[in-house]
């Protein structure tokens, strides 16, 4: 009499085939171990890596303005690694949500309606001192007060239509990259 494999639809009629069953299960069971061993070392490896990440948006007015391929190659010549992007659409609750920290202030209905009317890039970017880096590649927030050779000198229009936005902190950065980013997701 054979015992059938769960799942497997056929019936084990040998000790030879019994013992190939169990070896092709304690495969499995290894890889299922590495992987698993896998997702504890990006974990760790995230942790290493806190000062060297930060996060980036190229807002709704430079997508709508063409200018995304410019400023990724802006980016990549400024010498960061692009470890997670994503086209979006945020809706005004995700906007909201992003920007919660600004709630009480007079320009948040104005930024969180900007921010969700049309797709945007977001972004994790890794370099040495990741957040001061994209800072000073930014520019200042208000374009005509920014330095020459920055991203909103060259592509922003207004302080509110500012092409770009970028964490202001090392601990910020770790929760604006996980709002949009899972573990899997940077590369």
């Known amino acids: 009499m054979g015992v059938k494999v769960v799942g497997g639809g056929s019936r084990i009629k040998t000790i030879e085939e019994a013992i190939h069953v169990l070896n092709g299960l ?3 069971q290894e890889r299922f171990k590495r992987s698993k061993s896998n997702d504890i070392h990006a974990e760790e490896n995230m942790a290493e890596q806190v000062g060297n990440l930060t996060f980036g948006i190229i807002k709704p007015d430079a997508v709508r303005g063409g200018k995304v ?24 609750r995700e906007a909201e949500g992003f920007y919660a920290v600004h709630r009480e202030r007079p320009f948040f209905g104005e930024l969180t309606k900007f921010m969700s009317g049309g797709p945007c890039v977001v972004l994790a970017l890794e370099k040495a001192g990741a ?13 005509a007060k920014a330095d020459e050779g920055t991203i ?3 592509f922003a229009a207004s302080i509110g239509e500012n092409a770009v936005h970028g964490s202001d902190s090392e ?4 929760i604006e990259i996980a709002y949009f980013f899972s573990q899997l997701e940077l590369v």
Not at 81 to 89: A, D, F, P, Q, T
Not at 131 to 143: C, E, N
Not at 171 to 174: I, T
Request: glycine fraction near 10%; charged fraction near 35%; charge should be positive.
């Open 26 to 28: 304690l495969e499995k």
């Open 69 to 92: 391929g410019s400023i990724l190659q802006r980016i990549t010549d400024g010498g960061f690694k692009i470890r997670g992007m994503k086209l979006i659409h945020l809706s005004k």
């Open 131 to 143: 957040v001061k880096a994209w800072r000073d590649l930014m520019g200042a927030t208000d374009p």
């Open 152 to 154: 909103r000198k060259e």
């Open 171 to 174: 601990e910020n950065a770790q």
